[in-house]
């Protein structure tokens, strides 16, 4: 099993442009999830998927975040026009039946 | 509110030098508390899941118990591989999880 699976795992941008973070959770697990990590505020919720549909994006920051789950093997994080307060790892995880997450290995968010 | 609190945000030990880090909570419910351990520059890796008080799980040199209130990871003799942070995360219903900010832990030689 390949685990969870997250692209780039580093992404350098500048202010303003646009940045797409990718993930492929594992096969079979029915449940999708978006975490941002910091220093001062560990691991946030940003939005959760079941089954490909979004049951609580309450965590997504604003309206610059957006996040899309087209099929059971792919999801995405937008985040338009990015800004660099927005610096961070993002963590992909998934599950299913309720039970213990499986993380991916971030991406390393850098917005200059 | 659903809070979870982790203590100490930092612990260095002489290697064999057994500690515990703690994990309290806040929830409306809880399903379950879950522990992970998360090295530099990777996502955290499961440990245990614990689901009511009293319970304990063990994992070679770590032991972890849950109370109506907190948990705790004991570490036994621990060795320089250890090092790590650990973190700390509840499910209160459903398929939600709410982590901590962790205990990032070094062991010295």
């Known amino acids: 099993d390949a685990g969870v699976i997250q692209s780039p795992r580093h992404e350098v941008t500048e202010m303003g442009q646009e940045v797409t973070l990718r993930c492929k959770p594992i096969?079979?697990?029915?449940?999708l999830f978006w975490y941002r990590q910091t220093m001062m505020r560990g691991l946030e919720l940003l939005i959760y998927f079941n089954n490909n549909v979004p049951i609580d994006d309450s965590g997504m920051p604003e309206d610059r975040f957006s996040a899309k789950m087209p099929n059971a093997s792919f999801s995405t994080l937008k985040i338009q026009p990015s800004e660099p307060r927005d610096s961070a790892v993002y963590f992909c995880?998934?599950?299913?039946?309720?039970?213990?997450?499986?993380f991916g290995s971030g991406t390393q968010l850098s917005v200059l | 509110e659903d809070q979870v609190t982790q203590s100490p945000e930092a612990l260095r030990l002489q290697e064999g030098e057994s500690s515990s880090l703690n994990c309290s909570y806040t929830?409306?419910?809880?399903?379950?508390l879950f522990w992970y351990r998360q090295d530099p520059g990777k996502g955290p890796e499961f440990l245990f899941t614990l689901y009511s008080a009293g319970e304990e799980k063990e994992k070679e040199r770590l032991k972890a118990t849950l109370t109506k209130k907190e948990s705790f990871l004991h570490i036994t003799a621990p060795k320089p591989e250890d090092s790590a942070t650990y973190l700390c995360?509840?499910?209160?219903?459903?398929?939600?999880?709410?982590f901590g900010t962790g205990t990032s832990l070094t062991v010295i030689p």
């Open positions: 995880a998934s599950n299913t039946g309720d039970e213990k997450l499986f």
């Open positions: 096969s079979g697990h029915n449940s």
């Open positions: 995360a509840v499910q209160p219903t459903g398929n939600q999880f709410y």
């Open positions: 929830v409306s419910g809880l399903r379950g």
